[in-house]
DNA sequence: AGTGTAAACGGACTACGGTCCGGTTAATAT
DNA sequence: ATATTAACCGGACCGTAGTCCGTTTACACT
């Protein structure tokens, strides 16, 4: 299903591979544990990988085999709310859910997508950093797209519905939006009622 | 006015202050020429500050203390077709400059910017990476929206034209131009077509 | 020319992300 | 229990952006 191939296996979850090592198992819990007591202290930005495994008592190398990058640390630490929220506009009640006409499901889908920044943008914005390439292609990006592009489809718009999803996206980009609400003070509310009035006149055009 | 004060102004050309030293002068030359050279060379990505502290004999403090950082040094190197291209659509000939409606001047701004990002995306890119909290208040970039904002007040749209300017802002954002370009091989055409279809139908609505 | 000084210089230094590789250890087979 | 081995570990190392500060130098004034 998307839900699971879209975002990050958890490797204590993978099925198949060779069962973990314990000194593995016990230093990913203690990276977790510690990365997400870092966040939480000093705000995701000012965390350091070096101070990532210093807390952790892990060398350097362990928490870079471990996420990668430290996008993929970020990604990691968000990957459960990710979930959740893909679950609500996958599987969840409408409006945000199946149920509800492409329009209202759009206008949801943003509200939801800025209430979602409010509270994790930090941490999405981390994600995003420093990924120049894979910035626009990482799993959860790609499915928010195809999920607009869809509703787009179902509205009855068929002119290039994959690149009108991209412009929408734009719009909600965790980093374009955290800027309107942190350095403009702009409210979410704000936000969103902007995104009601771009969709509602895109689609009511025809 | 905006032209003057809103792109980086040359430090040859300040008035008022001290006169510029002759070793600066010939430093500051030097410099240009060889960020010029390597650009062109290796392309602006693997352009390292040491690199062309190294090509201008010049030493590294020299190099920051001129352009702030390498994003500023990229915003050096941009602007002279920076301000050719504000130029064009402040004073010059319609559709893009002062003259033709509101949409067709929307649709002939997207299109430019299409074009500009296609010959100078890579440097804009550099410009605006490593630059988390400016990156959205660069002086072009307050320009680009504040035009765009302009022209949807023109077109009668007064439901927080701000609001809407940035979301158009954000689909025309090089580094996404660009990767749509680049990475997903979609023609200039294609977005600019694209664009037309979402301002059109943005402005028809009412 | 000589002198004072503020500006400019330059390279050593730091911080950080990311890589590498020789040593270690947990699981498995005997 | 011992041997084997593949995965894992950790910290030394690298490249790069950006800072700092003691030294040099262009300019102005006498």
Request: proline share 2%.
């Given at each position: 299903m998307f839900l699971v191939s879209l975002i990050p296996i958890r490797p204590e979850l993978?099925?198949?591979?060779?069962?973990?090592?314990?000194?593995?198992?016990?230093?990913?819990?203690?990276?977790?544990?510690?990365?997400?007591?870092?966040?939480?202290?000093c705000g995701a930005d000012a965390v350091t990988m070096d101070?990532?495994?210093?807390?952790a008592k892990v060398g350097k190398g362990t928490v870079f085999r471990r996420f990668g990058s430290r996008a993929g640390l970020m990604m990691t630490l968000l990957s459960?709310?990710?979930?959740?929220?893909?679950?609500?506009f996958i599987f969840g009640p409408p409006p945000l859910g199946p149920g509800a006409p492409p329009l209202e499901r759009l206008?949801?889908?943003?509200?939801?997508?800025?209430?979602?920044?409010?509270e994790y943008g930090e941490l999405a914005?981390?994600?995003?950093?420093?990924?120049?390439?894979n910035r626009h292609d990482a799993p959860p990006?790609?499915?928010?797209?195809?999920?607009?592009e869809v509703l787009l489809r179902e509205a009855g718009l068929d002119r290039d519905p994959w690149l009108l999803a991209l412009s929408l996206s734009a719009t909600l980009d965790p980093e374009r939006v955290l800027h309107s609400l942190k350095v403009h003070q702009i409210p979410a509310e704000?936000?969103?009622?902007?995104?009601?009035?771009?969709?509602?006149?895109?689609?009511k055009a025809d």
């Open positions: 993978r099925l198949g591979a060779p069962a973990e090592r314990s000194d593995a198992a016990r230093n990913r819990e203690r990276l977790l544990q510690a990365a997400k007591e870092l966040v939480s202290e101070m990532l495994a210093c807390r459960d709310a990710e979930a959740e929220f893909q679950r609500r206008i949801a889908f943003g509200e939801a997508r800025i209430k979602y920044v409010e914005r981390a994600a995003a950093e420093h990924s120049p390439q990006v790609v499915l928010w797209h195809r999920h607009i704000r936000l969103a009622a902007s995104w009601r009035e771009l969709v509602s006149r895109l689609l």
